[in-house]
C-alpha cells in the first residue's frame, strides 16, 4: 500500500469514529467502542468512562446490599450484595445486558464449567436488573438512563436482550471446539433465562464469530483485542 492511499485511509477511519462519538470501555484486554446511537452511561472516573459494575449506582447498592447477620453458631457471616454485568445500555428502545469473559487471559479454560458459568451470568442479570431499579431512587448519576430502562422494563412488550461475550481464542482451544462451547453455554443460559427473555433475544459470541455473523452492524460496537506495549 502507497503512502496516500494508506493516509487517506488512516484519516478516513479516524473521522469515522469522531463522527460517531463513540464510547470506549476496556474489560479483560478486550476494547468495545459503542457509538453514539447506543444511551450508556456518561460517568467518567479519571476520565474514562466506567462499565457498569464499577459505577456509582453498583456502589450505592452494594453499600445497601451488604449487611452481616449472625448465623446458628452466633458468628456474624457478611452477606452477598449483588453482582452485576459489564455494561449496561438502551439499543433501537431496547435494553441490552453485556457481560464479557475472556479465557485468553486463562491458562486452563475448562476450570470454569459450563453450568456453572451459566449460572453466575443469570445471577448477574437478576442483580443488575435490581441495581437499575434501586439505582433509580439511590444513584445521582445517569439518572436518564436509569429512568428510561426502568420505562421499558414496564412495557408489555419484551425489550430486553443479552449479549454474553466468552473470548475462547486460546491455543488450547481450536475453532470447532470453541463454537461447540458457545453453541452448548447457549442453551444452557437460554434455559437459565426462560423467566426473563426469549431464545432469540440471547446472542452467544465471541470476536470471531461476532464479527463472521455481522453482529457488529446490528449491535452498533466494535470490538480489539487489547495490545501490550513491551
Not at 156 to 163: M, Q, R
Request: aromatic share 12%; with cysteine; net charge positive.
Amino acid at each position: 500500500m502507497n503512502l496516500q492511499i494508506y493516509t487517506i485511509q488512516k484519516w478516513n477511519f479516524i473521522a469515522y469514529h469522531t463522527n460517531k462519538k463513540m464510547k470506549q470501555y476496556k474489560e479483560e484486554g478486550l476494547i468495545f467502542d459503542f457509538n453514539n446511537e447506543w444511551l450508556l452511561p456518561d460517568f467518567k472516573k479519571d476520565n474514562k468512562f466506567v462499565m457498569f459494575d464499577k459505577h456509582p449506582v453498583y456502589d450505592a447498592i452494594q453499600k445497601i446490599g451488604n449487611y452481616k447477620e449472625q448465623d446458628k453458631k452466633g458468628n456474624w457471616v457478611s452477606i452477598r450484595g449483588v453482582k452485576n454485568v459489564d455494561f449496561v445500555g438502551v439499543l433501537n428502545n431496547e435494553i441490552h445486558f453485556i457481560e464479557v469473559k475472556n479465557f485468553r487471559q486463562e491458562d486452563d479454560v475448562l476450570n470454569m464449567t459450563i453450568e456453572h458459568k451459566a449460572t453466575d451470568i443469570a445471577s448477574k442479570i437478576k442483580d443488575s436488573i435490581a441495581t437499575i431499579v434501586g439505582g433509580k431512587f439511590n444513584c445521582k448519576e445517569d439518572t436518564i438512563l436509569w429512568q428510561k430502562i426502568v420505562e421499558l422494563l414496564k412495557e408489555n412488550e419484551n425489550k430486553i436482550k443479552i449479549i454474553c461475550w466468552l473470548e475462547l481464542s486460546t491455543p488450547n482451544i481450536s475453532e470447532k471446539k470453541a463454537k461447540d462451547m458457545l453453541r452448548r453455554y447457549r442453551e444452557k443460559l437460554t434455559r437459565k433465562l426462560a423467566w426473563l427473555i426469549k431464545s432469540e433475544g440471547l446472542l452467544v459470541t465471541d470476536k470471531n464469530n461476532f464479527y463472521a455473523n455481522s453482529f457488529n452492524k446490528i449491535y452498533n460496537f466494535e470490538v480489539y483485542f487489547e495490545t501490550v506495549d513491551s
